[in-house]
Every structure is written in structure tokens, then in C-alpha cells.
């Protein structure tokens, strides 16, 4: 059977990876400063992560969300604790960020009993109905995803956001801390919280999308953490499992549950709370926080004086270098001639780096001299 054609492939195959490395079907090692997407947090195969995933399959790695699953309530309080939330939120537990984004978008319309979203240029939230409807690429917007009732606006345009919500059909405002396949724009701190004060004036949940830009990948648990503003709603997920499948939406305590709201088959197993449990361990224990704003502040020291690059956009871990031209070319080079994984976006001419969380100073200078020589 063929494969359905959708994704464009470099010719990489990878069959072993360890830290921030994958090594090839023909054993060439390279250096992973994309992670999956920024999936990988905690590094490739972690030894916590892979004895703490080896030992739940040995047990059980799955059952219903119809019996107990202790595993579930202690992933909550190790990210009540690491995050800050544990006396805001509660946390509704899936597998896939759009997943997480579809339910965030589902509870604000329960709650508020109103349709409309107001979402943003550039803003990506994922494939499924309500998420892509969001989304910012009329070209991935089926026509069955096309009638839900959806307001793009410019980022940072706080006038517009308050007529709109001030017409009184809009349940919530989405939005990224830190835009991912758009392009690392990011909402200001004057506009997110002036953005959280209309909303809560008009009884609009506040949806702060944390899918890429949270676990710690913006130096703080979450990017949003960074202006001062209380979401209603976070969805999360490729940090979540460092690869492992799952993702979370945390739901201000004001919003009620009842039974039936939201369901998952898949959400919350097992072996899927055991990923998620271990991520929070190495989290906490090695400090990724701390490494990722030094790694930081080291980056953007190497990069500052290189040709060709008009800026350095993101925060923490989730960077990207705007070239003066097109990185496409660039990304071969780096992949097929150095041995380094980086990402793109939407912005032809932005090359996105999402390294895992304890990459060194010693992987940068990797991918700095490379550059240098390529720049």
C-alpha cells in the first residue's frame, strides 16, 4: 500500500538518537536543533524518561477513562507545582496539541453559551475542525472547517479586538505567546493584558495557546508567564511526553465541569502520564529552566555579529534568525553538507531553531561555526 502523499521528506532516515544528537541508517551522527517540531524537551532517549517508560509497560500501559488512573492525578500535581497553576486551573488530559486546542475552544463556548473566536494573523492551532478554522492558511481550511464563526485580526491591535468582542457573540480569544510556524511574532505585554482586561469585563474566555511555546521551552513554564496575564484556558502538548503522545488543557477553576463535557479515548493512559510524569522530573531536577535562558542569552551573543541575519525573534529556546533571503537552500545545506537539523516557517526567510531544553553551549558552537562558514 502506498503512503498518502503529504509531507515533502529530506533524505534523512534516523534509527538511534541520544541528547540533542540522532544518528542515520548509515550511521552519520547530526546535531537536532528542531526536536520534532520542539517536540523533544528533556533530550532523545533520557535515561529518567527511558527507565520511567520501560517499568509502566512492564505494569500496564493503558485502560479507559472509566476506571482510576493514579498516574493522572499525580502528572496534575507535578505540573501544578512546576508551572504555578495548581491553585488557578484544573487539567483535562488528551493526546495531540490541536486536540488540546479543539477542547480549549469547546469549553469556552460551553461556558459562555457564544460561538464566535477571535484568533490571529499568522496564528497556527492545529488540523482538526475548530483548531485549523482558527488557523491562519486558508489552503489547510477544508470547506466542511470553513463555517465556523471565526474573526482573524492583526497581532497587537487592541481597538480591534474590543469592537469586535464589544458586537457580543464572541465566546473566546485565541492566541500564541509566541507564534510558532508563523514565524516567532509575539503578542506584546500592553496588548495581552489589555487583551485579558476586555475579555474578563465581557465574559470572554481568554485562550492562551502554550502547544509549542510552553514546558519551559520560553525560559518560564509557560511563554504567557513572561507579561503578567492569567489565561482562562491553556492547551499544551509537544513538550508534554519529550515524543510520547499526549496533551493537556488546563481550565480556570470558574469554568465547571460535568460529566460528559469533553472525552478522550487515548488521553491520560498510563504510559502516557508515565511520559509525562518523567518529563516534569528531569524538568525539575536539572534545572531546564535556568539552562534554557543561559542557552539563551549565549545564542544570541554568537549570532549577534553574523551577516545576512535582520533579526533574532522568540524567546528562550524557541528562536528564529530572519535571513535577508530565503533559508530554504540554507536548511539543505545545513542538513545534507553539516549534519544539523533546523526548522522553517511560514516566513520564507526565517530559520526556526526549537534545540531540547539541555542543549549545551557546545551544541551551539556547533551550529554557530557551520553558519558562519555557510553566512
Not at 526536536?35 to 500496564?60: D, F, R
Not at 464589544?166 to 495581552?192: N, S
Request: aromatic letters at 8%; hydrophobic letters at 40%; a neutral charge.
Amino acid at each position: 500500500m502506498k503512503l498518502f502523499d503529504v509531507y515533502p521528506l529530506y533524505n534523512v532516515t534516523p534509527v538511534k538518537a541520544e541528547g540533542a544528537y540522532v544518528w542515520d541508517k548509515e550511521g552519520d551522527k547530526y546535531l537536532d536543533l528542531y526536536g520534532g517540531h520542539g517536540v523533544i524537551s528533556i533530550g532523545h532517549t533520557h535515561p529518567h524518561y527511558k527507565a520511567t517508560l520501560e517499568n509502566q509497560l512492564s505494569k500496564i500501559a493503558f485502560y479507559s477513562n472509566a476506571i482510576q488512573n493514579p498516574l493522572q492525578q499525580e502528572l496534575a500535581d507535578k505540573l501544578g507545582e512546576l508551572s504555578g497553576c495548581a491553585d488557578t486551573h484544573e487539567l483535562f488530559l488528551c493526546s495531540t496539541g490541536a486536540e488540546a486546542n479543539e477542547n480549549a475552544i469547546k469549553v469556552a463556548s460551553f461556558y459562555n453559551k457564544k460561538s464566535r473566536v477571535i484568533a490571529f494573523k499568522n496564528g497556527f492551532h492545529g488540523r482538526t475542525s475548530a483548531a485549523v478554522s482558527v488557523t491562519d492558511n486558508p489552503k489547510i481550511i477544508a470547506p466542511v472547517n470553513a463555517h465556523n464563526p471565526v474573526t482573524i485580526l492583526p497581532l497587537n491591535d487592541v481597538e480591534l479586538v474590543k469592537s469586535e468582542i464589544a458586537k457580543g457573540d464572541v465566546t473566546a480569544v485565541i492566541v500564541e505567546p509566541i507564534q510558532g510556524v508563523g514565524g516567532l511574532d509575539q503578542p506584546t505585554t500592553e496588548f495581552l493584558q489589555a487583551v485579558r482586561k476586555i475579555t474578563k469585563e465581557n465574559n470572554v474566555c481568554l485562550i492562551l495557546d502554550e502547544v509549542q511555546s510552553g514546558y519551559g521551552r520560553s525560559g518560564k513554564f509557560f511563554a504567557h508567564q513572561h507579561h503578567g496575564v492569567q489565561a482562562d484556558i491553556i492547551p499544551m502538548a509537544k513538550g508534554m511526553g519529550n515524543g510520547f503522545p499526549i496533551g493537556g488543557v488546563l481550565i480556570a477553576k470558574h469554568i465547571e465541569s460535568w460529566y460528559g463535557m469533553l472525552g478522550t479515548t487515548f488521553g491520560g493512559s498510563h504510559l502516557a502520564c508515565a511520559a509525562g510524569i518523567a518529563v516534569l522530573d528531569v524538568m525539575k531536577q536539572e534545572n531546564l529552566m535556568q539552562n534554557v535562558q543561559e542557552i539563551n542569552t549565549y545564542f544570541k551573543e554568537q549570532v549577534a555579529d553574523l551577516p545576512n541575519v535582520k533579526q533574532i525573534k522568540g524567546q528562550g529556546l524557541m528562536l528564529g534568525l530572519e535571513l535577508t533571503y530565503e533559508v530554504a537552500e540554507l536548511r539543505k545545506k545545513l542538513i545534507y553538507d553539516y549534519k544539523i537539523f533546523t526548522g522553517g516557517a511560514s516566513n520564507k526567510n526565517l530559520l526556526r531553531i526549537l534545540p531540547p531544553l539541555n542543549v549545551t553551549k557546545t551544541d551551539i558552537d556547533v551550529f554557530i561555526k557551520a553558519l558562519k562558514e555557510l553566512l
